[in-house]
């Protein structure tokens, strides 16, 4: 249910968007000028009921500091969004017309939270005592170099800030002053697309200037439940047709892509990224099949099985390791074109080395769990849960065995009790000390002096063959 002053009905929404789709899109706000005494809805009771008691305070004080500051200071973007969709906001962002870092750093003093200062893009982010997170801006207009590159800022006005934004249901703003308490401003009409459940941009060169929002538009689409409006599907297109993506740097493309797979909506947004051809652009395969949505619909059961999160970055490489084996993308190609952490990429490798070639101790009819063991040892959770997704019930059973009962099972002698022994030190020592393991993991009554024994027949057995062949 959105919050409105007055009613749209779809026919009203269809009826607009075919007087705009055929203009170049380069939307002109409805007023371009900030008047927020001007007749506004005023979003304060929406305010009051959806934000809890410490956020609706926090928005007061700021207000309140903005007045004694001789500033301006809006909620703007995706919290009015919310709040005019009906769902309460823990985190919020607030634009400043004036010195927005200086208006961070009171705000910083008087809620003691920590402040991290981003003089370039004149942002800085706040981390309340109770963990939320509030991002504060000074009002700044973006320019591009050249298509993909990052904007270079300057401070403006709010009108100019959210005419800078990515689609119009983000560029909406609340007043904050106390003069002026809970007056929306939606210059691009914003409301309406969210009554239409639209995904608008605000000019016809918005996915060239910045090509993360046709991944952006995707996570609004599946996480709203909206769809592109006609013309801006058609720019999309148009833009990824023209490897708009390749003008991002692998950082910026990972940066965009991994936290939508991180997410509950993984499957769907992989959906539709297919869909539209931006799997393809990140070499991760053309159109979802049947058959690989199912697999990536398993990957929450998955990591649940192995009591695991079933969001965050290691479901993230999951969905993107199946994707890419999918695809037949191998690891240097994905990791040139989505940049990953040194970790990430070591999962993602065994992860696809294992896709490609699962251990045969998953589909044979009997396994030892020592077998076992040693089959799975190199699996991480990613290559867990992206082989369980991929199994028959079988190794979906064989998998949990590992992870869940034998994964951290350790031999009870160590190097030293192999040197106490009279052991030689050598090379040989981490075969003895596994097949100590193995023989713990086959037999669960195998006690210490029965694990040691095996150790050192090991290492005598080597030893012989060393003196054989000498």
Known sequence: MIWSGRTLSRNACAERDVARKHSRCDLAPNDHTVDMNAAADNLS?????????????????????????????????????????????????????????????????MWGAQLSRHESFMTAGLVLPDGGHIDIATARQETYERPGALPTVKPATLAEDLARRDFTVNALAVALNADKWGQLYDPFDGREDLQGGLIRVLH??????DPTRLVRAVGFEVRLGFSLEEHTLALAQAA???????LLSPQRRAEVLLPLLRGEYAVAVSVRMGELGLL????????????????????????????????????????????????????ATLTGCLQVATEARRSLRTALAMLSSPPPELSESEVSPADLYFALAKADLVTAAAL???????????????????????????????????????????????????????????????????????????????????
């Open 45 to 109: 009771p929406v305010m009051q009921q959806l934000l809890d008691s410490r956020r609706y305070q926090l928005l007061r004080e700021a207000g309140e500091l903005a007045e004694r500051m001789s500033v301006d200071v809006c909620l703007v973007g995706g919290p009015v969004r919310d709040l005019l969709l009906g769902r309460p906001q823990l985190d919020l962002d607030l634009v400043v017309e004036g010195d927005g870092l200086g208006f961070a750093e009171a705000c910083a003093d």
């Open 204 to 209: 016809d060169g918005s996915f060239l200037d």
């Open 240 to 246: 990824i047709r023209q490897s708009a993506l390749e």
């Open 280 to 331: 393809e652009a990140m070499h991760l395969g053309g159109p979802v099949s049947d058959d690989l949505r199912s697999v990536l619909g398993q990957v929450a059961d998955a990591l649940e099985t192995l009591g695991a999160p079933q969001t965050g970055q290691p479901a993230a490489l999951v969905y993107l390791g199946l994707l890419a084996h999918e695809a037949g993308t191998d690891l």
């Open 388 to 470: 369980w997704a991929r199994g028959d019930a079988a190794a979906r059973r064989r998998i949990a065995w590992y992870w869940l009962d034998l994964r951290d099972v350790r031999a009870d002698v160590t190097g030293e009790d192999l040197l106490a022994a009279g052991a030689t030190p050598g090379a040989g020592f981490a075969a003895a000390l596994d097949e100590a393991l193995r023989v713990k993991l086959n037999d669960a009554a195998a006690g210490r002096e029965e694990q040691l024994k095996a150790a050192l027949d090991v290492l005598s057995h080597d030893s012989e063959t060393s003196d054989s062949g000498s």
